[in-house]
């Protein structure tokens, strides 16, 4: 399990201002999702379609352009669990920036790459950069419930959900108590319902309570959470309660594939996913009373699981367990509008009838976007690898590079024993030739010797034949036939042709005696012909036929 502690100071921020170091930093994304949520579909359809979500939303990094991805949870611990569970992951800014670095680095020096005198790579081809082992992003995932504080005096305890996203065998079944929340929940003993009211805040707001769950039930949990809902009218004592959610998220880091694409030195966004999801989603079968979301089939479950997980001990594979002092950074003030980041986000309420749909989607998206930003502020360490040529001119070894005989980068052994160093594999998109394999060889030989063949013949008919430009066309060699005598080897032909044979026929044109025997005329002659026939009739060259 891995404690995420206290950062520097951003309780207070300016919604005009991105310092980049603040967990909450790019919180508008969030909104943005929720508005784009509830604009989805046109008001008059909400009530029988709900809200259709968009899969992602962006989100900016120092250099690259990442996305935050909430998605509703695919499995179920057992039939009566949340079925309002939500997921959301977004990849770490920091290795989303040096991922983009290094396209961009690529994209600037593969012009000047040698191919052996087989001319320069076109640089408007597309370059693919993928991180396909060693990276890990934040995986998050929170469950919701409505409770009611009955005033200062309520001595009921407090529960909160069980962990979702875990599977039953990792929860000690025997505590669950299904009749405190209207989902199967375990109470609290460290934190009263009187203390939940004195949380800071105005009565009219959506106040945010961090609270650090016991791991033991609470496994596999990250923290939890209580949200006092707004008061319109009379104090929770004078009236009939104060309306709360209560929460439980969770966090981890999950093996994940990282990619983007560079093209005419420019970067596209970066894009995630989950390193092998079709094997998780048949792991995730293969539980005891594990049961797929309702109204999603097995196909959508493998299609959607590549972009979100969260089946604890399938993945993520490394817990989080967050500290309330960090996650206090997740709700700062903004001090230009005299709000909290929370509540701004709610008042984007998708659903104002059930707020605990929203806050079950704000919660792990402001949880995913914050840990995604730890280091936010480290960067491509070490130096490009130079070569210098026969000029003299000092240039990036890209022949190295490019050739996978090397690391791009000179780093000092012991500086970056602390270092995180991840490989990134580029592939150059684009037409090629090569003779690798048997195929490719094989086709060559078949090719030269058709060539040869077609060579040869085209130097045999020009040294040793002779043309005529007196049948041109279609007409003319028609004319020619007509003007033929009647051949018996054409026999039965009148009416269509059944026998292949009649192709393989010679045929010759051959200068015959006119009737009046004055002159020769020319016809079309088919079949083996004498050796004196064809001497006698043969054309002549240069002379005029009637």
Not at 192 to 212: C, D, H, K, M, Y
Not at 343 to 366: E, F, G, K, T, Y
Not at 370 to 376: D, P, S, T, Y
Not at 498 to 521: N, S, T, V, W, Y
Request: hydrophobic share 40%; charged share 15%; net charge negative.
């Amino acid at each position: 399990t891995h404690q995420i502690d206290v950062v520097t100071d951003c309780a207070v921020i300016n919604a005009s201002v991105n310092t980049w170091s603040c967990p909450s930093d790019e919180w508008q994304s969030i909104e943005n999702y929720l508005d784009l949520t509830r604009h989805a579909i046109p008001e008059q359809y909400t009530a029988e379609y709900g809200f259709p979500a968009p899969d992602q939303v962006e989100l900016t990094g120092k250099g690259s352009l990442r996305h935050l991805h909430p998605q509703r949870q695919l499995w179920k611990p057992f039939d009566n669990a949340d079925t309002q569970t939500a997921i959301a992951t977004s990849p770490q800014a920091a290795v989303a920036d040096a991922l983009v670095g290094t396209g961009t680095l690529w994209g600037f020096n593969i012009g000047i790459a040698s191919t052996g005198g087989h001319g320069v790579p076109l640089q408007k081809l597309d370059a693919i950069h993928h991180i396909k082992t060693g990276y890990y992003q934040p995986y998050t995932i929170a469950s919701c419930a409505n409770d009611t504080i009955e005033g200062s005096a309520d001595e009921r305890p407090l529960a909160f959900p069980i962990p979702p996203g875990v599977v039953p065998q990792m929860l000690p079944e025997h505590q669950i108590n299904n009749s405190l929340l209207s989902l199967p929940a375990f109470p609290i003993e460290n934190l009263s319902r009187a203390e939940i009211l004195q949380t800071p805040g105005l009565e009219w707001e959506n106040r945010l309570r961090w609270v650090e769950l016991p791991q033991d039930p609470f496994n596999a949990s990250a923290i939890g959470a209580v949200i006092l809902l707004p008061i319109i009218g009379p104090s929770p004592d004078e009236a009939s309660g104060q309306k709360i959610l209560v929460c439980t998220l969770g966090a981890g880091w999950g093996p994940s594939t990282l990619n983007t694409s560079t093209q005419n030195f420019g970067s596209r966004g970066v894009k995630s996913g989950i390193s092998d999801p079709d094997s998780l989603s048949q792991k995730a079968l293969s539980y005891k009373d594990m049961v797929p979301h309702p109204r999603l089939s097995d196909a959508e479950n493998v299609a959607v699981s590549s972009s979100g997980f969260f089946l604890v001990p399938a993945y993520p594979k490394r817990l989080i367990n967050v500290s309330i002092s960090w996650a206090q950074y997740l709700n700062p003030l903004i001090v230009d509008e005299g709000v909290t980041v929370f509540h701004r986000l709610m008042q984007a309420n998708i659903s104002d009838r059930n707020p605990r749909v929203s806050a079950a989607i704000i919660l792990p998206c402001l949880l995913a976007n914050g840990l995604a930003r730890i280091g936010i502020e480290s960067s491509l360490q070490g130096d490009l690898r130079m070569t210098t040529n026969a000029q003299g001119e000092s240039n990036a070894d890209i022949d190295s590079w490019f050739r996978g005989k090397g690391d791009a980068f000179i780093v000092d052994p012991e500086q970056s024993k602390e270092w995180v160093k991840l490989e990134v594999l580029s592939t150059l998109e684009g037409y090629a030739y090569n003779t690798s394999g048997a195929g490719p060889k094989v086709a060559i030989i078949f090719l030269l010797t058709y060539c040869t063949f077609a060579i040869a013949h085209t130097c045999y008919a020009g040294i040793s034949g002779i043309s005529s430009s007196c049948w041109d066309s279609i007409g003319e060699v028609t004319a020619l036939a007509m003007n033929s005598t009647p051949n018996l080897l054409l026999r039965n032909t009148s009416s269509g042709i059944a026998d292949a044979k009649i192709f393989k026929l010679p045929a010759r044109i051959f200068a015959m005696p006119d009737q009046a025997g004055e002159g020769e005329h020319l016809e079309l002659v088919l079949g083996d012909q004498e050796k004196n026939v064809i001497e006698k009739r043969t054309l002549k060259v240069n002379r005029v036929y009637g």
